[in-house]
T-cell receptor, first 115, second 113 residues
Framework: DSGVTQTPKHLITATGQRVTLRCSPR?????VYWYQQSLDQGLQFLIQ???????AKGNILERFSAQQFPDLHSELNLSSLELGDSALYFC??????????????FGPGTRLTVL | TQLLEQSPQFLSIQEGENLTVYCNSS?????LQWYRQEPGEGPVLLVT???GGEVKKLKRLTFQFGDARKDSSLHITAAQPGDTGLYLC????WGGGADGLTFGKGTHLIIQP
């Protein structure tokens, strides 16, 4: 158990819909990262927050957005969903938010299926 | 083009054999990390290598970071069925703006009893 929690574990929805994925970081960690894992692309970094502020952006689509709240939990919002958005979405947290040396602890993921 | 190329993509060997998995890039990395992921779970960090030429050992696993900080290898000695999983290398590109990890596509390893 990494100490990172994600809800829901599974999500099935239809094209065009909007969903929200939730992540609670490990106690004391200030930084949250979101990743998408698909069979063809592998694990791709989406976005990083540190203490409530956006710190870095990766391959995140404009239809996707995220935020980190004062209690440090984070939400990833996916809108106008397409079939290709079906994937595993992972949240990770780290203490200081320095990706090169800071250990990132991954949650169990949310499996999104878009029908 | 994948920034981190892992090989082989799939590997199935018998218990007791040795194996090496490679992670290569044309870019320089501040550090490289190796993760192991099991079905239905998130990746779990095995090791971080930071210095060019660095070698780290974790029981039967040996990790090496290339001198030029562009590649890494994972060697498993006397593989056991419990080593089965997806092995991922990941890193932060030197001078890159993002602190998010860049992952390779992974090596699917199956150790048969």
């Amino acid at each position: 158990d990494s100490g990172v929690t994600q809800t829901p574990k599974h999500l099935i929805t239809a094209t065009g819909q909007r969903v929200t994925l939730r992540c609670s970081p490990r106690s004391g960690d200030l930084s949250v990262y979101w990743y998408q894992q698909s069979l063809d692309q592998g694990l791709q970094f989406l976005i990083q927050y540190y203490n409530g502020e956006e710190r870095a952006k990766g391959n995140i689509l404009e239809r996707f957005s995220a935020q980190q709240f004062p209690d440090l939990h984070s939400e990833l919002n996916l809108s106008s969903l397409e079939l290709g958005d079906s994937a595993l979405y992972f949240c990770a947290s780290s203490a200081k938010g320095r990706g090169s040396t800071d250990t990132q602890y991954f949650g169990p993921g949310t499996r999104l299926t878009v029908l | 083009t994948q920034l981190l190329e892992q090989s082989p993509q799939f590997l199935s060997i018998q218990e007791g054999e040795n194996l090496t998995v490679y992670c290569n890039s044309s870019s320089v990395f501040s550090s490289l990390q190796w993760y192991r992921q099991e079905p239905g779970e998130g990746p779990v960090l095995l090791v971080t290598v930071v210095t060019g030429g660095e070698v780290k050992k974790l029981k039967r696993l040996t990790f090496q970071f290339g001198d030029a900080r562009k590649d890494s290898s994972l060697h498993i000695t006397a593989a056991q069925p419990g080593d089965t999983g997806l092995y991922l290398c990941a890193g932060v590109e030197w001078g890159g703006g993002a602190d998010g990890l860049t992952f390779g596509k992974g090596t699917h390893l199956i150790i048969q009893p």
